[in-house]
């Protein structure tokens, strides 16, 4: 069965250190990668996607993510943290599913905390 | 373009009432899909609505049901509402339910 694991349910970093948050996939083939924050109490905001092609992906406030076929990983990177990347991060896949459709398997999310 | 709105933001209910939420999607999204978030259980998988169908479902009893109206945008209902279903409710949508998911900023449901 299609899961997505987020190894480190809590990470700690100071401001201006660098960050990786984990996430591992099982699939049998290459699925869509997400990665999406939710702040407290708001929906998930989309940092970036791999869909095929450069397996270094860029995304909005500084954040990219490597996909390694070879671990089925997709590791979310920011190289210097701010205070203000305290939130859940959330790593997902859409896989497609024999009727047609896609499914979309969500992580357990890992929490930052910032230290000042 | 104007994201995902959920209304309404907060509900307050007891046990064995029922409630309805509602999503708008993007505009020129077709597809509509619905989470249940908790702290136990993470974000967990709905329903989803594509050209007014449910195309695809998740491991739900009965009491959660949903809709999806010519204009896309799409309401969900819990009926005889249980403590158990105190959630953030999700709603995402996207463009053919086979791309990139947007997400709204959720109804927050607490049950008494």
């Known amino acids: 069965a299609q899961s997505v694991t987020q190894p480190d349910i809590h990470i700690t970093v100071s401001e201006g250190a660098s960050l990786e948050l984990r996430c591992n996939y099982s699939?049998?083939?290459?699925?869509?990668l997400f990665w999406y924050v939710q702040s407290p109490g708001q929906g998930l905001q989309l940092l970036l996607k791999y869909f095929s092609g450069d397996t270094l992906v860029q995304g909005i406030k500084g954040f990219e993510a490597e996909f390694k076929r070879s671990q089925s990983s997709f590791n979310l990177r920011k190289p210097s943290v701010h205070w203000s990347d305290a939130a859940e991060y959330f790593c997902a896949v859409g896989a497609p599913l024999s009727s047609g459709t896609y499914k979309y398997i969500f992580g357990t999310g890992t929490r930052l905390k910032v230290l000042a | 373009k104007a994201g995902v709105t959920q209304t309404p933001r907060y509900l307050i209910k007891t046990r064995g009432q029922q409630v309805t939420l509602s999503c708008s999607p993007i505009s020129g999204h077709r597809s509509v899909s619905w989470y249940q978030q908790t702290p136990g259980q993470g974000l967990q998988f709905l329903f989803e609505y594509f050209s007014e169908t449910q195309r695809n479902k998740g491991n739900f009893p009965g009491r959660f049901s949903g809709r999806q109206f010519s204009n896309s945008r799409s309401e969900m209902n819990v009926s005889t509402l249980e403590l158990g279903d105190s959630a953030l409710y999700l709603c995402?949508?996207?463009?053919?339910?086979?791309?990139?998911?947007?997400f709204g900023p959720g109804t927050r449901l607490t049950v008494l």
């Open positions: 995402a949508s996207s463009l053919s339910g086979r791309d990139t998911q947007y």
């Open positions: 699939y049998g083939a290459t699925p869509y």
